[in-house]
Every structure is written in structure tokens, then in C-alpha cells.
């Protein structure tokens, strides 16, 4: 299975997870290859939740800056926290606020073990 297909299936299943909880989603065409529009944008009772989903089975998450700064401009202007959601495999989503994210050389990252240890799972997102 390519990484866009795994990637795009993560995205659909965590679509339909919010669907199933009430919310009006919407998954961004084209998202993977610009830096401009998240994964997936998600609103309920005036309320919003934006997502950048990665589903890779390793030992740390990172995005480039460009992506990231997308986020935080998404996050800042829009008002709705801003979330990357990790799918691990045998173990479900995990939920990462951009503040949670670790700047280094050449990226923004967040370990398996500190999104372990943050435990935000998906119930506790929903608003």
C-alpha cells in the first residue's frame, strides 16, 4: 500500500468517526500537496477542530515548516484548535496540538513516547 493510500484512508476513517459524532466535516482536495489547506476541517454547534492526519507506523511525526506555519496561520485566524492527528497502527488516534510539537534543525516533531504520554485520544477532542 503506497503512504498517499494508507494516508488518505486515515483521513476518511477519522471523517467519518467525526460524521458519526455530529460534526459537518470536510476533507481538503489536494491538501497532501500544498501547504496551504489542512487534512480536514471539522464544525459543530458553531464550533471548530482543524487536522493535519498522518498515519505511519514509526517512532516520531514530523512536518516541514512550511506546513506547520499553514497550521498555526489556520489555527491563529479561524480560531479552532489545531490538531495532528497520528493514527499508530494497532493503536488508533492520537491527537497533537501544534504547541506540542518539538522544533528541530529541520522540522516540527513530536516522539511516539511523548504523544504516549500525552494521551489525547479522540474522545477527549470532541466539543
Not at 6 to 32: P, Q, T
Not at 55 to 82: Q, V, Y
Not at 100 to 126: D, G, P, Q, S
Request: with cysteine; proline share 2%.
Amino acid at each position: 500500500m503506497t503512504r498517499y493510500t494508507k494516508g488518505a484512508r486515515g483521513e476518511r476513517e477519522l471523517l467519518a468517526m467525526l460524521y458519526d459524532k455530529g460534526y459537518s466535516v470536510v476533507r481538503s482536495a489536494g491538501s497532501g500537496v500544498n501547504s496551504v489547506s489542512p487534512d480536514i476541517l471539522a464544525v459543530r454547534n458553531g464550533k471548530g477542530m482543524v487536522f493535519e492526519c498522518k498515519a505511519w507506523d514509526s517512532t516520531s511525526l514530523s512536518i516541514d515548516p512550511e506546513k506547520f506555519e499553514s497550521l498555526r496561520s489556520w489555527r491563529d485566524s479561524a480560531l479552532m484548535e489545531t490538531y495532528m492527528a497520528w493514527r499508530m497502527n494497532g493503536q488508533g488516534w492520537y491527537f497533537i496540538k501544534l504547541n506540542e510539537m518539538k522544533k528541530t534543525e529541520k522540522n516540527y516533531t513530536v516522539t511516539k513516547r511523548k504523544a504516549l504520554e500525552i494521551n489525547r485520544r479522540f474522545e477527549h477532542i470532541l466539543l
